[in-house]
């Protein structure tokens, strides 16, 4: 297997998909390094490498590259929020992003790192009823206004690594997924991801539940094991020096109706709330999976009503006992 001994180090390991990650690697035959900075890790292995680092600081990660050597990499470090935040403070993505997406990429292409994955996102892509692929989107014209600071970050930093990929011996990738839930999401943080949210708010004894908006923009939800899976099967067939991929459950639902799936999971009572003048981003995002599946052979393998299942169970059985 081309993991076998290999270096890599997941920037961002401490957060929700960057500890999903390193949880996925921990067991096979690899030498694992992770990040963190101000979330702790939740996962302990001897053969994971912690490491605390502020990735705003170009020494630090000079430093760290210069110390080990690094096959692959996975950066999974940024700064997220929710639809609130993306109105209220449309600035924050901005600048942290951008500075330490360019400080690793261009440690990693000096320290010759073999393939790096960059964990990109949806978000420049326009209200849509047909589903979209990699090249059809407009930055000029498409990203919805709530996505436009963050929409524009992502595309710089694919850009950057389409241009390293062209002048350095180091393969990029840019994965741009959709909406990811599962385990070791922030389920009780109000910058949480909707599913997360919900799923923290319809556990509870509260026979209300507030949802804001009207419940019905549509978006595509892949569980957190597809994407481990797919980042794998990269690193093992992407064949080209650069490739941006799509990657989603190729299906999307109206918000109101994965409300619907989740209580009847939980199987409670609750009357909603649609709290219509609460910040929402009213946009219908589809996007389509067929590249990564001809290129790469992979598909999601896990349908929403079996992914909400797991991550309830997940949320019952870890979560709500240890507080991870």
């Known amino acids: 297997m081309k993991f076998k001994n290999k270096n890599v180090i997941i920037f961002g390991g401490s957060g929700f998909i960057g500890t999903n990650i390193v949880n996925y690697l921990k067991d096979k035959k690899i030498k694992i390094y992770a990040t963190y900075n101000k979330t702790k890790p939740r996962i302990k292995s001897k053969n994971i490498n912690w490491i605390k680092i502020d990735l705003l600081n170009e020494n630090s990660i000079k430093n760290l590259f210069k110390k080990n050597k690094f096959h692959y990499v996975i950066q999974s470090a940024a700064t997220t929020a929710g639809a609130?935040?993306?109105k209220t403070d449309p600035f924050k993505f901005i600048s942290g992003n951008a500075i330490?997406?360019?400080?690793?990429i261009k440690w990693s292409v000096h320290f010759q790192v073999e393939h790096f994955i960059f964990l990109s996102c949806t978000v420049m892509y326009r209200n849509s009823k047909?589903?979209?692929r990699e090249y059809?989107?407009?930055l000029e014209k498409d990203i919805h206004p709530s996505y436009e600071g963050i929409a524009l970050t992502k595309v710089y930093i694919e850009n950057i690594c389409k241009f390293y990929s062209k002048r350095s011996k180091t393969k990029f990738t840019a994965v741009r997924h959709s909406n990811i839930y599962g385990a070791f999401d922030k389920f009780r943080d109000k910058t949480g991801h909707f599913m997360s949210s919900?799923?923290?708010?319809i556990s509870n004894k509260d026979k209300i539940l507030e949802v804001w908006g009207d419940g019905k923009e549509k978006r595509d939800f892949l569980h957190v094991d597809d994407l481990l899976m797919g980042l794998e099967l990269i690193f093992l067939r992407q064949k080209k020096s650069f490739e941006i991929f799509n990657m989603s459950a190729g299906k999307s639902y109206p918000l109101n109706k994965i409300i619907e799936k989740i209580i009847e999971i939980f199987k409670v009572q609750k009357k909603l709330k649609y709290l219509k003048h609460k910040p929402t981003i009213k946009v219908d995002i589809l996007v389509n999976n067929e590249k990564i599946f001809k290129k790469i052979g992979w598909k999601p393998k896990i349908d929403v009503d079996r992914g909400l299942k797991k991550t309830?169970?997940?949320y019952k059985n870890f979560y709500k006992k240890n507080r991870i």
């Not at 330490?100 to 690793?104: F, R």
């Not at 919900?198 to 708010?201: A, L, R, S, V």
């Open 198 to 201: 919900i799923i923290t708010k």
């Open 136 to 138: 059809q989107f407009n």
């Open 130 to 132: 047909r589903y979209l």
């Open 312 to 314: 309830i169970n997940w």
């Open 84 to 86: 609130q935040s993306m």
């Open 100 to 104: 330490m997406n360019s400080l690793i």
